[in-house]
């Protein structure tokens, strides 16, 4: 009876001193792309604010099942965490990916990074009304690449058709870099990239429109699909988890962390710099934020004949 008293109240007391050692911070995707990028501007705020290590190793694998897939093996005292990203880990496990959504337990969501629609510079496409007007009367001849099948870019497209009443082509691409290349080599007519590609690419591509409530501070001429009446606030969202097994106490704590780091101004500077929207979606706010999202990216993988 003691010794269950001793443990039920020593959960708190070290989720209050969190952390008291350097934490892993696993990456299921490789370095240089948007995860990793995020996780090492992550990690200096980090170490100013608990004074302890955030060591990232990048593990890639089959657009992050393969790390997903392990969680169900990992320590559950908080000093190893997960990057995660959705809607991959709700689509993924509906083909197959050898995980369950709810082996994971997402403690906090950070930023997300919008989709975007992007063309060639030298495109004839000067608006995206030009674009959905040609896919209207060219059913079938509009190829849009992206990143992936099943991923937050082809959900993006398939919306677009819908709202639309356009017919393009999604040709999968592995990675964002993959696809604009694509782009840039005249394969396919346009992108749904996201806004951190629209960054780095520059004056290669000419952005149409971004998936977001507000125009982008580093776009502020580009319109957002809502001033265009299309009603399109999307993306890639990318947080961290635990396994499931890892204590209430402990998963706030990481939450409340990373949501102190989502506020250093330097740091949200920087994300804007790189193109991502920072978000600050707390692990009490969690339920209703995933539901929201499975809900949504389940009916239009259905739509898109992804999933039965």
Known sequence: MGLAIIAATALPASAAEYPVKPVTYVIPFGDGGESSIAAR??????????????????KPGGGGAVVWSQMTRMPTDGYT?????????ILQPTQGAGYRMSNIAVVHIFHYTPDAIVVAADSPYKSLQDLIDDAVQRPGKVQISGSGRASANHLAQVRLDRVT?????????????????????????????????????????????????????????????????????????????????????????????????????????????????????????????????????????RQAGLID
């Open 41 to 58: 501007l992550q990690q200096p705020v980090f170490k100013q604010l608990t004074g302890q290590d955030l060591v990232v190793v990048n």
């Open 81 to 89: 965490i997960v990057g995660v990203n959705l809607p991959h880990i």
């Open 165 to 301: 009443g356009g017919e393009t082509i999604y040709r999968p691409y592995k990675g964002t870099a993959a696809s604009i290349a694509a782009l840039l080599q005249g394969r396919v007519d346009a992108a749904m990239a996201y806004t951190t590609a629209a960054k780095k690419y520059g004056s290669d591509i000419r952005v149409l429109a971004v998936a977001m409530e507000k125009r982008h501070p580093e776009f502020p001429d580009t319109p957002t699909f809502r001033e265009l009446d299309i009603d399109m606030v999307d993306g890639a969202y990318r947080g961290v988890a635990v396994p499931n097994g890892t204590p209430i106490p402990i998963r706030k704590a990481i939450s409340a962390l990373f949501s102190r780091i989502g506020r250093d101004a330097a740091f949200i500077e920087k994300k804007h710099d790189l193109g991502f929207a920072p978000l600050d979606i707390g692990y009490d706010a969690l339920p209703v934020f995933l539901s929201a999202q499975r809900e949504k990216s389940l009916a239009t993988a």
